[in-house]
T-cell receptor, first 112, second 114 residues
């Protein structure tokens, strides 16, 4: 069966510091991968998606970037965090564009 | 464009009460529809889905029927439990070639009291 992991689970970072969140999927190959952000009390905002290694599409211009160095690894990064980057970051995968998306446990990021 | 509208929460019910969370959508073509549940501090879990008109998705006592004529996908459960307390998200997948973006509603928080 497929599983999706995210780490760290929680992170507290100062403004201006760098960020790296990692997501890995097991039990499937060539998944579509997604990064979402959920601000407190709000819905989900799609940040990036990837259909293959090195292929990244950005949905919203922002202070963040994403990379996919391996088939089942998806990384969310920032060079300098802003207060507004605080939130709950969710990684998801699907078998294809129209397939069901399955979510990881999330990373709660607090920028102080 | 595509959109999902959910009823505003929070919804507070007593245990064993009947639950309805309304969800309506706007979409071109024939989207797939989903309900996800998010327990405190956790990621989203797929609760149920329906891929075509008149399909009924069901899981763990929850049901939702894909109504194309009313563009709705309301979530129902006959008897809620305290453990059902969570945030529920309605979502659609446009099913358009090359489109990867799910459209999520803003979520409805459910609180069930013992």
């Amino acid at each position: 069966s497929q599983t999706i992991h995210q780490w760290p689970a929680t992170l507290v970072q100062p403004v201006g510091s760098p960020l790296s969140l990692e997501c890995t999927v097991e039990g499937t190959s060539n998944p579509n991968l997604y990064w979402y952000r959920q601000a407190a009390g709000r819905g989900l905002q799609l940040l990036f998606y990837s259909v293959g290694i090195g292929q990244i599409s950005s949905e919203v211009p922002q202070n963040l970037s994403a990379s996919r160095p391996q088939d089942r690894q998806f990384i969310l990064s920032s060079k300098k965090l802003l207060l507004s980057d605080s939130g709950f970051y969710l990684c998801a995968w699907s078998g294809g564009a129209a397939d069901t998306q399955y979510f990881g446990p999330g990373t709660r990021l607090t920028v102080l | 464009g595509n959109s999902v509208t959910q009823m505003e929460g929070p919804v507070t019910l007593s245990e064993e009460a009947f639950l309805t969370i309304n969800c309506t959508y706007t979409a071109t073509g024939y989207p797939s529809l989903f309900w996800y549940v998010q327990y405190p501090g956790e990621g989203l879990q797929l609760l149920l889905k329906a891929t075509k008109a008149d399909d009924k998705g069901s899981n763990k006592g929850f049901e939702a029927t894909y109504r194309k004529e009313t563009t709705s996908f309301h979530l129902e459960k006959g008897s809620v439990q305290v453990s059902d307390s969570a945030v529920y998200f309605c979502a659609l997948s446009p099913q358009v070639s090359g489109t990867y973006k799910y459209i999520f509603g803003t979520g409805t928080r459910l609180k069930v009291l013992a």
